[in-house]
Antibody, heavy 124, light 107 residues
Framework: EVQLVESGGGLVQPGGSLRLSCAASGFIFSDHYIDWVRQAPGKGLEWVGRIRNKANGYTTEYAASVKGRFTISRDDSKNSLYLQMNSLKTDDTAVYYC???????????????WGQGTMVTVSS | AIRMTQSPSSFSASTGDRVTITCRASQDIGSYLAWYQQKPGKAPKLLIYAASTLQSGVPSRFSGIGSGTDFTLTISCLQSEDFATYYCQQYYNYPRTFGQGTKVEIK
């Protein structure tokens, strides 16, 4: 079964750090771009960032709201994606989803597989 | 950033109705648009990409049309499992942006 499973969420104080993980299975993880998308309680979807595949240099893109505070990385040998979140703010409280982007043969760049999400709460 | 605006934000409908949701981009995005369905407590699900291409496994009652700045998602005959929130998303450039969502509720 093709799936993504997030972990690592929890309660953290403002200014603190947290590292989320996303474990992939059922497909060739290393071929794909992977994104993070978040959803604050009762709100809509907000794109957080992306990491490309090895063929594209593992380059990254970030939303302005997280740039300089969040870092996306991946370990293709472990079929895993990571989101290192530093200097957390109360506004970062959300469910964080990892989502599969395209590979080299994709005909589109939409997110076709999503994890179940992991909740991050930033509060004192 | 490209702003995506959906309308309406919510509405009530009955099973069997034909419903249409509109999404407008603040600039030309060609056909680089996707539609997602999200049910409470669940992850979003891809319905349509490239503005009008149905994702594998999605029922044919869902359809999308549009290009440039104006797009629509139509559900031809609303089923009970279709009551959910729908989001459009552009993948023309970065940052990727979503519409604010349209909640389809039971009348």
């Amino acid at each position: 079964e093709v799936q993504l499973v997030e972990s690592g969420g929890g309660l953290v104080q403002p200014g603190g750090s947290l590292r989320l993980s996303c474990a992939a299975s059922g497909f060739i993880f290393s071929d794909h771009y992977i994104d993070w998308v978040r959803q604050a309680p009762g709100k809509g979807l907000e794109w957080v960032g992306r990491i490309r595949n090895k063929a594209n240099g593992y380059t990254t893109e970030y939303a302005a709201s997280v740039k300089g505070r969040f870092t996306i990385s991946r370990d293709d040998s472990k079929n895993s994606l990571y989101l290192q979140m530093n200097s957390l703010k109360t506004d970062d409280t959300a469910v964080y989803y990892c989502a599969r982007g395209p590979n080299s043969v994709s005909t589109h760049d939409a997110f076709d597989i999503w994890g179940q999400g992991t909740m991050v709460t930033v509060s004192s | 950033a490209i702003r995506m605006t959906q309308s309406p934000s919510s509405f009530s409908a009955s099973t069997g109705d034909r419903v249409t949701i509109t999404c407008r981009a603040s600039q030309d995005i060609g056909s680089y648009l996707a539609w997602y369905q999200q049910k409470p407590g669940k992850a979003p699900k891809l319905l349509i990409y490239a503005a009008s291409t149905l994702q594998s496994g999605v029922p044919s009652r869902f359809s999308g049309i549009g290009s440039g700045t104006d797009f629509t998602l139509t559900i031809s005959c609303l089923q009970s499992e279709d009551f959910a929130t729908y989001y459009c998303q552009q993948y023309y450039n970065y940052p990727r942006t979503f519409g604010q969502g349209t909640k389809v509720e039971i009348k």
